[in-house]
Nanobody
Framework: QLQLVESMGGLVQPGGSLRLSCAVSGRTLDDYAIGWFRQAPGKEREGVACITNSGEVAIYAHDVLGRFTISRDNAKNMSFLQMNSLKPEDTGVYYC????????????????????WGQGTLVTVSS
């Protein structure tokens, strides 16, 4: 069984930065794609970024492209989401999720593709 725990969310001013962490336990991360998702108050969950198991391919939602960077450290069983130039509309609960997908050259921003999820970490962008 895979467990995921997000951390390092918080309150940040517009234009600021945060780096979210996702710690994975239960199995090694090598064969899993990772996705980051968010849910703003009153809105549906949306995909933000994903990365293949090898780390060679990353995909971003249009509104975070150029501002967010997803990464992973398979040796440490962790994934990260570096968020720069944050905007108030980036506010929400951020989740990491995992999908067993070894050797794939693509990853997905569709939440239902991911069986394993963390509990989320709150990001608030406000002055």
């Amino acid at each position: 069984q895979l467990q995921l725990v997000e951390s390092m969310g918080g309150l940040v001013q517009p234009g600021g930065s945060l780096r979210l962490s996702c710690a994975v336990s239960g199995r090694t991360l090598d064969d899993y794609a990772i996705g980051w998702f968010r849910q703003a108050p009153g809105k549906e969950r949306e995909g933000v970024a994903c990365i293949t198991n090898s780390g060679e391919v990353a995909i971003y939602a249009h509104d975070v492209l150029g501002r967010f960077t997803i990464s992973r450290d398979n040796a440490k069983n962790m994934s990260f989401l570096q968020m720069n130039s944050l905007k108030p509309e980036d506010t929400g609960v951020y989740y990491c999720a995992a999908d067993w997908d070894p050797g794939s050259s693509m990853c997905s921003l569709v939440g239902r593709r991911y069986p394993w999820w963390g509990q989320g970490t709150l990001v608030t962008v406000s002055s």
